[in-house]
């Protein structure tokens, strides 16, 4: 698969990356980087809520609400014929499945990148302003306690704060070796 032009091949070749993990993991970190690296789409469930004006609303409906947005958006993402990395805890599985459904139903292939952290390490991060997310040691604590087993097939990436380039190689190497997989395609890497 060539990156580079990533942007420009056949819906067939469309990918849809849903970077997870808990507040302070460094997965939106990771998510922009990797949505440069191989030329597609971002969308952050903290930027959404930004747009929406849901900041500080934390409930499980305004959280669905940014995640049916985040829906919304990707599926005409997908009529654009872009690849897309999608950006959030999706902590349930009931948003998971959200996705799950979507990359099914428009044949667009999933990959699944769990970005977990040291607790010291997200302590850290979470004790500096960020100007998309609010969370900090309490929201971690109860989405950590609340978060839902993921079922599906995924790679687990865990970040610090020197390793970038090996996180966005592991994951490109993961995405090139299982691309077609699901639909028995073979593709040159």
Known sequence: MNWRG??????????????????GSGKSYFAKNLANKIHAE??????????????????????????EEMFDRAKKIHKSGNSLVLDGTFYLQQVRDMFIFLSKSLSWQLFIIHVTASEELIAKRLSKPRTDSEADMDVYMRIKSEFEPILEDHIMINSTDTNLRESLELAEKFIKSNYGKARGKDIDV
């Open 6 to 23: 990533m942007d420009k091949v056949s819906k067939s070749a469309q990918v849809i990356i849903m970077v997870m993990g808990l507040p």
């Open 42 to 67: 971002y969308l952050g469930s903290d930027e959404l809520r930004k747009e929406l004006g849901l900041m500080g609303s934390y409930q499980l409906d305004n959280k669905l609400s940014v995640y």
